[in-house]
C-alpha cells in the first residue's frame, strides 16, 4: 500500500474546530483513505472513508484534495475526549493478497480546555 | 451490537515462558487480524485469517508465535518462549470483508491484551 505521512503531534482548543493533515503523494486511483483513531488505552477505531469525494459523518469530515495527494481530517468542535492518536491509512481495493490495514506512527492531537 | 473481546486485559511474565491470548470477534465476521501495538508505535499485523484459513502471516514470527481460528470463530494467539521485546499490547480485530473485495474495510478492533515480559 501506498505510504502516508502525517505531523507527529499537533494541539487543539477545546471547541474549536481542527484540521489534520495527511499527505499520499503515491496514491493510486484505486486506493481508499480511511481515518481510525486511538483513544488512550483501547484499540482503535474507525473515524471515516473516502475515495474521491469529500465525505462527512457523525464524528468528522473528510476533506480529499483534486488530485488525492493529501486530505484533511476535520473535527468540528475539538472536546477533550478527542484527545488520541489519528491514522491517516491507504488500502488499495484492488488488492487481492489481503485487505489488512497498514498503520504508520499517526498525529497524536492533545486538546486544551 | 456486541465488540470484540479480548482477554486476559493485562499479564506479566518472564522471559521464555508462554502465553496464550484469546478474541471473540463480531458475530458474523469472517475475517479475524491479529496486531502487534509497541508503545509509541502504530499497531502492525502479525497475521489475517478468513474464516478458519490464513490469508497473510508474512509478519508472523513464527520461531515463537502461532495463531489459530479452528471453528472460523474465536481465535487464540500463543507465544512460547516470550523475549523482552514482545512486550506490547496485542489488538484483535475482525471485518466483514471477504479476501478480494473490493470497496473500503472497516476493522472494529478490541481493547487489547497488554504483555509484560520481564
Keep these: 500500500d501506498a505510504k502516508t505521512t502525517q505531523p507527529n503531534s499537533m494541539e487543539s482548543n477545546e471547541e474549536e474546530p481542527v484540521h489534520l493533515p495527511c499527505n499520499h503523494s503515491t496514491i493510486s486511483g484505486t486506493d481508499y483513505i480511511h481515518w481510525y483513531r486511538q483513544l488512550p488505552s483501547q484499540g482503535p477505531e474507525y473515524v471515516i472513508h473516502g475515495l474521491t469525494s469529500n465525505v462527512n459523518n457523525r464524528m468528522a469530515s473528510l476533506a480529499i484534495a483534486e488530485d488525492r495527494k493529501s486530505s484533511t481530517l476535520i473535527l468540528h468542535r475539538a472536546t477533550l475526549r478527542d484527545a488520541a492518536v489519528y491514522y491517516c491509512i491507504l488500502r488499495d481495493v484492488n488488492r487481492h493478497a489481503g485487505n489488512m490495514l497498514t498503520f504508520g506512527g499517526g498525529t497524536r492531537l492533545m486538546v486544551k480546555p | ?118
Excluded at chain 2, 493485562?10 to 471473540?24: G, L
Excluded at chain 2, 465476521?29 to 502487534?36: G, S
Excluded at chain 2, 497475521?47 to 470463530?73: M, T, Y
Excluded at chain 2, 466483514?96 to 487489547?112: I, P
Design chain 2, 1 to 118: 451490537e456486541a465488540g470484540v473481546a479480548q482477554s486476559p486485559r493485562y499479564k506479566i511474565i518472564e522471559k521464555r515462558q508462554s502465553v496464550a491470548f484469546w478474541c471473540n470477534p463480531i458475530s458474523g465476521h469472517a475475517t479475524l487480524y491479529w496486531y502487534q501495538q509497541i508503545l509509541g508505535q502504530g499497531p502492525k499485523l502479525l497475521i489475517q485469517f478468513q474464516n478458519n484459513g490464513v490469508v497473510d502471516d508474512s509478519q508472523l514470527p513464527k520461531d515463537r508465535f502461532s495463531a489459530e481460528r479452528l471453528k472460523g470463530v474465536d481465535s487464540t494467539l500463543k507465544i512460547q518462549p516470550a523475549k523482552l521485546e514482545d512486550s506490547a499490547v496485542y489488538l484483535c480485530a475482525s471485518s466483514s470483508m471477504a479476501r478480494g473485495a473490493t470497496g473500503a474495510n472497516v476493522l472494529t478492533f478490541g481493547a487489547g491484551s497488554r504483555l509484560t515480559v520481564l
